[in-house]
């Protein structure tokens, strides 16, 4: 009995067709270079998080079943920044610990983010005196700015999906500056 | 024995140290002259079991002479009671004793207070900074530290 292909997708009947069309591979795909690595990239963060304060309690929150940043790819956090792409800074930043931020930063690898999660980390918050740095911008480039104190983690969702359109507009250079 | 009893029992044994005494908020609160400050609390240790050392701070009375207050504050486990000890300390010297022979926890809590207002504890052989880092010019919690001034140990980023 022949079958229609259309109406039966699951058992399609291919004892007519070559070797090629059975296995169902791709024979190729035409993309652009920076997109194709651009779309593997925004779905593989390793989050290295640099907690320092209270906002820690809505880092778990996101990274928690509910919310789950595993859906964005930005789940697994890596506990050295050598193996990590985002440094998430989770907290207030004081002066006293921005040596340790900067040297954390400098150990990440190429391609490498920074998301500031919450007003501390973004501007210094509430904080205007002799202790706190005034936003990690200071001392290390930052790509998304997360404000709240905490962020609700929809914000923090939102800043992740912000950082992964991003990447995915990003040149990516992976032999030479050029190419 | 409430309270009440134990600073009855207390305020005449210490008045001979004590310039003044109150009783504010459930607390004794004994003002003395800093040169009695060892002799007193030596007292408190040993004879009103005072076996708790809570903190060390000062404040800041700008304008005023002498300019700092510094404020001991002990618990006793046995009592249940709380007692407040307050001298004064000059702007061009603020140094009081150290309390580190009577109490080992006072160490820290005295670099803390040298940190923050910069009293000088004699006696305490190790007063490098706790909470502030090396280099830290002035003292943060004195009312003349300006609010904004910072003092980053990492040369902040250039405008690219």
């Known amino acids: 009995m022949k079958m229609d292909r259309r109406t039966i997708p699951i058992a399609p009947d291919k004892s007519g067709a070559s070797a090629r069309e059975r296995s169902g591979a791709f024979e190729f795909i035409s993309t652009k270079k920076d997109e194709l690595i651009g779309w593997a990239r925004k779905f593989s963060l390793f989050p290295y998080p640099f907690v320092t304060a209270c906002c820690a309690m809505e880092f778990m929150a996101v990274s928690g079943t509910p919310y789950d940043t595993d859906r964005f790819g930005a789940a697994l956090p890596r506990f050295s920044p050598r193996q990590s792409d985002l440094l998430m800074v989770v907290g207030t930043i004081t002066h006293k610990q921005a040596p340790i931020l900067l040297k954390v930063w400098e150990q990440m690898c190429e391609p490498k983010w920074v998301l500031a999660f919450g007003a501390c980390a973004t501007s210094g918050g509430f904080y205007q005196n002799y202790a706190a740095l005034p936003g990690i911008d200071r001392i290390i480039p930052v790509d998304v700015y997360v404000p709240g104190c905490p962020p609700r983690p929809e914000m923090v969702i939102d800043g992740i999906m912000q950082l992964q359109d991003k990447i995915a507009r990003q040149r990516h250079p992976i032999l030479t500056k050029d190419f | ?160």
């Open chain 2, 1 to 160: 024995m409430d309270a009440a009893h134990v600073f009855d029992r207390m305020q005449p044994a210490l008045a001979p140290l004590v310039h003044e005494t109150a009783i504010a908020h459930g607390v004794l609160v004994l003002a003395i002259e800093p040169a009695n400050l060892l002799a007193l609390v030596r007292r408190l240790k040993d004879e009103f079991a005072f076996d708790l050392f809570l903190d060390v701070t000062a404040v800041d009375w700008p304008g005023r002479t002498p300019r700092f207050e510094v404020v001991w504050h002990f618990y006793s486990t046995q009592h249940k009671v709380r007692v407040r000890v307050k001298t004064q300390a000059p702007e061009a010297d603020p140094a009081v004793d150290s309390l580190v022979t009577l109490y080992g926890s006072a160490r820290f809590m005295e670099r803390e207070c040298h940190d923050m207002y910069g009293i000088d504890f004699r006696g305490n052989a190790d007063l490098r900074p706790i909470l502030l880092y090396e280099g830290f010019v002035g003292h943060p919690l004195r009312k003349d530290y300006p609010k904004q001034r910072e003092q980053p140990l990492v040369p902040y980023r250039t405008a690219e």
